[in-house]
């Protein structure tokens, strides 16, 4: 019997040792992944019991300008990873009792309304950081991409839009709900949403690279620019988006952020969280459905929190998110029960984070992490495959001699309820369009497509052409409205009505 137990005892002994994670197999995994799908930049770090176990760091920070390779200190557009930066600002004032969760938006900020006056009116700061405001996900972020409207000004003209769903009903992701809690914090603190950060987050904690400044982050020397299939593009500005994606941070800092929430909100000995704020930011709010993609995978519920998705994922809590600009995705993903934290930063657009979330947790616990870049990898190219399907598609829309009026007519100042103003104008060879909000970024020569119909180039690297139909009723123009396809921003929404 002796014998036996000593057999069993070796046999778990020996499974124990080669399931232990070993950081340099798992580079090996990180670097394949990098190459597969060809990215320009790619930094990780994986953060366990306290202590970093992993960083890794890949390809070059500038294409262009053949800088080097990213280390840990290298900065990327972290995105909406800033949202949790955000709800635990909002956090540290309710600990305070300078803010309830259920204080009316109204009472802080008496400007502020939506398309509806009961939702205006009952709107809380929790509502603010749970996206379920009653609008869809991604409406009204033109009004901050790439325009001069302040974040004020970007929030107000919101109210234009008329809600899609019942409030609290379904589950929009909304950034100007975001953008309005910081300024709520700026109303409340007597400080704006980026010095509360710097100096209630970022400097307890270290976080001596991060900056909300887009000036400080496009001067850095150790940059990742921003890259789109792996051709470098110019930089954009995101400061107007403040307290929903205006931050811009490195591995070695966002460590000490996963750090942060694995110690209980406590830095040195200072509690800066407490511990019934986390739980709170950490409970679901507003449930989500589960795709059979996660069924597969074992996840039973998803949801968010405040600042924070929530699921299950190898019978663990994982609270986690995600970060997409143009030539930026990151995630950050944290599972408490193991101690365990993630943070993938990329200067391209591609599933790696996303993925890496999965992988990075089955080798942390010794399983079989290998399946998940092929996978996703086929995901791309069956994506890749759908696009050019659609595009095919659209080219088939245009005429070879569409009815038209003399391109006079269509000379003038247009404007929509939300966004503002557009201009077609008489350039050097034709038409030209800009919406004037963004007009660095949507400027472009017009050019005949379909009937009363224009294609227009847009000088954004991100996006496609658009094209813009107008409404002519008896030879008098009324207006037009735009097609410019993709996941992003909901131009289809806009109808610009002649002045």
């Not at 955000?86 to 008496?110: C, F, N, Q, R, Y």
């Not at 996006?463 to 993709?486: H, Q, R, W």
Request: aromatic share 12%; glycine share 8%; hydrophobic share 40%.
């Amino acid at each position: 019997m002796k014998k036996s137990l000593f057999i069993f005892l070796s046999i778990l002994w020996s499974i124990q040792i080669i399931a232990q994670p070993n950081p340099e197999e798992f580079k090996t995994y990180l670097r394949s992944c990098y190459e597969t799908f060809d990215l320009p930049a790619m930094s990780v770090s994986v953060v366990k019991d306290g202590l970093v176990v992993l960083n890794a760091n890949f390809g070059e920070r500038s294409e262009k300008l053949k800088i080097g390779a990213p280390d840990e200190n290298t900065l990327y557009g972290i995105a909406s990873l800033s949202k949790a930066f955000t709800s635990a600002s909002i956090g540290m004032l309710v600990d305070e009792g300078k803010l309830k969760w259920d204080d009316k938006v109204v009472d802080h900020l008496p400007w502020f309304a939506l398309n509806d006056p009961y939702v205006t009116a009952n709107m809380t700061i929790e509502d603010l950081l749970c996206h379920r405001s009653g609008l869809i996900t991604f409406d009204g972020d033109l009004l901050w991409y790439g325009s001069n409207y302040s974040r004020e000004e970007a929030i107000k003209r919101l109210s234009a839009r008329p809600l899609t769903y019942g409030f609290r009903e379904e589950f929009g992701y909304q950034n100007l709900m975001f953008m309005t809690a910081g300024e709520v914090i700026e109303s409340v603190s007597g400080m704006t949403w980026d010095a509360f950060v710097e100096t209630r987050i970022l400097k307890p904690l270290s976080m001596v690279r991060t900056t909300s400044s887009f000036q400080k982050f496009s001067t850095d020397l150790n940059s990742a620019k921003p890259h789109l299939k792996g051709e470098e593009i110019f930089m954009l500005s995101y400061d107007n988006s403040g307290a929903t994606a205006a931050l811009n941070s490195s591995t070695a800092d966002m460590s000490k952020w996963i750090d942060f929430w694995l110690d209980g909100g406590v830095v040195k000995g200072d509690t800066l969280l407490s511990q019934q704020t986390i739980k709170k930011l950490w409970s679901m709010h507003t449930p989500l459905g589960v795709r059979s993609f996660d069924e597969r995978n074992g996840t039973h519920f998803k949801g968010y929190g405040l600042g924070w998705f929530l699921m299950d994922y190898d019978g663990k809590k994982v609270i986690h998110h995600g970060g997409g600009l143009p030539g930026y995705i990151s995630k950050l993903a944290l599972v408490p029960e193991n101690n365990l934290g993630i943070i993938t930063l990329t200067n391209d657009m591609s599933s790696v984070p996303n993925f890496l979330m999965y992988a990075v947790i089955d080798w942390a616990n010794g399983k079989d992490y290998t399946k998940w870049r092929d996978m996703f990898y086929e995901y791309k190219v069956e994506g890749d495959q759908r696009e050019g399907e659609k595009e095919e598609k659209r080219l088939e829309s245009r005429k070879e001699d569409p009815m038209m009026l003399p391109l006079t007519d269509y000379l003038g100042t247009y404007e929509d309820a939300m966004y503002g103003k557009a201009e077609v104008s008489m350039g050097v060879s034709g038409l030209v369009m800009s919406l004037l909000p963004a007009k660095e970024l949507f400027t472009g020569k017009m050019e005949p497509w379909n009937d009363h119909a224009f294609k227009f180039d847009v000088n954004d690297p991100f996006l496609p052409y658009g094209v813009a139909s107008f409404d002519v009723k008896e030879d008098i123009i009324k207006g037009f409205t735009i097609e410019l396809p993709n996941y992003d921003f909901h131009f289809d929404k806009l109808n610009f009505v002649k002045q």
